[in-house]
């Protein structure tokens, strides 16, 4: 017993060592770890003591690993809160880290159903779809789908051009000068081709989701945003 406790803490020891090694910046994103071989030489452990410790950082999605070429760094999470006021933007501003978010399609479609009722609008309506592909320190975070009235906001689409594709200020040029968060719901699911791709993940990887129902000061619902997110980047803080 007192040898498995010993082990324990060993392998404790280094993953906490590793791990802050790693949140200080030491590890460069991608940059290798040392091998299990180095990590037991160096700690004066057993291989398999060196293998837990660098197994509890892949859970942590502090690496990764693969199969005969090692471990990976795959970077820090920010913490990303969910609260009556979500903006991207404002989420990362403290972090003194270069913020931006790239256009990759914005159209017009037939509304599915599901945002038809959600923006309590007719089914018969039309509403811009907007994909954004938002980004801290040129890191992939997150892809958003907007959906918002095209009636309602018939130049969004300019005016989001006009704004740095700041969802936030194309509100504003729209006389939205100020919207809440009405309900958030939050998932995870296996990754798709376009996410892995845009993301940064691999294939078969996970991502986070939420489906979240934005509105005005009158309470009106004036977005439906659909966000998938790189999980090894982000930890939600619900507030």
């Not at 991608?30 to 410790?53: D, F, M, N, Q, W």
């Not at 090692?70 to 933007?89: A, H, N």
């Not at 939205?176 to 081709?193: E, H």
Request: neutral net charge; aromatic residues 8%; hydrophobic residues 40%.
């Amino acid at each position: 017993m007192a040898l498995a406790d010993n082990a324990t803490k060993a392998w404790r020891r280094i993953a906490g060592e590793l791990a802050e090694t790693i949140r200080a910046g030491s590890y460069e994103m991608g940059s290798g770890l040392p091998t299990t071989v180095e990590i037991a030489t160096h700690y004066k452990v057993h291989r398999h003591t060196a293998s837990k410790a660098l197994h509890y950082l892949r859970e942590q999605g502090l690496v990764s690993v693969e199969q005969g070429r090692g471990s990976f760094v795959r970077g820090v999470r920010y913490p990303y809160r969910l609260s009556e006021k979500v903006s991207f933007r404002k989420n990362f501003a403290d972090t003194g880290l270069a913020v931006s978010s790239r256009l990759i399609e914005v159209l017009t479609i037939a509304i599915p159903s599901t945002v038809a009722q959600a923006l309590q609008i007719s089914p018969n309506s039309s509403v811009w779809r907007i994909v954004l592909l938002n980004s801290l320190d040129q890191k992939a975070i997150s892809l958003s789908i907007h959906y918002l009235s095209a009636q309602k906001f018939s130049d969004f689409a300019q005016k989001l051009k006009n704004n740095e594709n700041s969802i936030s200020k194309a509100f504003q040029a729209c006389g939205v000068d100020s919207y809440q968060r009405k309900s958030t719901k939050i998932s995870a699911r296996i990754a798709t081709d376009e996410e892995y791709l845009r993301l940064d993940l691999s294939e078969g990887d996970p991502v986070l989701t939420t489906e979240g129902i934005d509105m005005d000061v009158d309470l009106n619902a004036i977005q439906v945003v659909e966000t998938s997110f790189n999980p090894n980047r982000i930890q939600f803080v619900v507030d």
